[in-house]
């Protein structure tokens, strides 16, 4: 009989909050049991077992992120759009990073195509359609956006622009703009 009060959604939340605290790695249904007081057997009628656990996670951080970025590029375009989307994925990555860190598990396409991870691409070729490029070059740009967005997020995270002068910031900006820049005169590869 399933425990009182613990629901796959209450599961979710706490392994996401979880994530945050000690690392989506660290993520497993024993840690989770540990942290409600309960026995991990107690948890399988919510969850199948960690993987189960971590792809509900990583499935709430990509529809948390999409809301978010939803929100943020309502009415904009071009730049502005532009930047007020990569923000997003910048922030979100800094107040929660092991839901960040869940946002990155290779999905299963059945499930990957169910998920929020497919607005997250609308969104990004909807803010293209304002730099007017066409196939192939939306996808390259696509797959550009998110290694930059990715990599810089990351290497920020890990403490690797903490050593030196400007601040970080500051590249962020200067990287959005080269971005920006680089979509505006985009000449098709033959």
Same mark, same amino acid.
């Given at each position: 009989?399933?425990?009182?009060?613990?629901? /796959?959604?209450?599961?979710?939340?706490?392994g996401?909050?979880?994530?945050?605290?000690i690392?989506?790695?660290?993520?497993?249904?024993?840690?989770?049991?540990?942290?409600?007081?309960?026995?991990?057997?107690?948890?399988?009628?919510?969850?199948?077992?960690?993987?189960?656990?971590?792809?509900?996670?990583?499935?709430?951080?990509?529809?948390?992120?999409?809301?978010r970025?939803?929100?943020?590029?309502?009415?904009?375009?071009?730049?502005?759009?532009?930047?007020?989307?990569?923000?997003?994925?910048?922030?979100?990555?800094?107040?929660? /990073?092991?839901?960040?860190?869940?946002?990155?598990?290779?999905?299963?396409?059945?499930?990957?195509?169910?998920?929020?991870?497919?607005?997250?691409?609308?969104?990004?070729?909807?803010?293209?359609?304002?730099?007017?490029?066409?196939?192939?070059?939306?996808?390259?740009?696509v797959?550009?956006?998110?290694?930059?967005?990715?990599?810089?997020?990351?290497?920020?995270?890990?403490?690797?622009f903490?050593h030196? %002068? /400007?601040?970080?910031?500051?590249?962020? %900006?200067?990287?959005?703009?080269?971005?920006?820049?680089?979509?505006?005169?985009?000449?098709?590869?033959?």
């Open positions: 009989m399933p425990r009182a009060g613990l629901t /796959p959604e209450r599961l979710t939340q706490a996401a909050e979880l994530a945050d605290e690392g989506f790695d660290q993520v497993t249904v024993s840690a989770l049991a540990r942290q409600f007081g309960v026995q991990v057997a107690s948890l399988y009628s919510h969850v199948k077992n960690s993987q189960d656990l971590k792809t509900r996670i990583a499935l709430l951080a990509l529809a948390e992120m999409a809301d970025a939803a929100d943020a590029v309502a009415g904009r375009a071009g730049k502005d759009a532009l930047t007020a989307f990569a923000d997003v994925y910048r922030d979100y990555a800094r107040e929660h /990073p092991g839901r960040y860190a869940a946002a990155q598990l290779p999905l299963d396409p059945q499930t990957a195509a169910a998920s929020a991870s497919v607005r997250h691409a609308q969104m990004t070729r909807a803010i293209l359609r304002g730099y007017d490029l066409s196939e192939p070059d939306q996808t390259h740009a797959r550009l956006l998110g290694s930059v967005f990715h990599g810089y997020v990351s290497l920020e995270a890990s403490g690797g903490s030196s %002068a /400007p601040d970080s910031s500051e590249s962020w %900006a200067r990287v959005l703009d080269s971005l920006d820049t680089l979509l505006r005169n985009w000449e098709a590869q033959p």
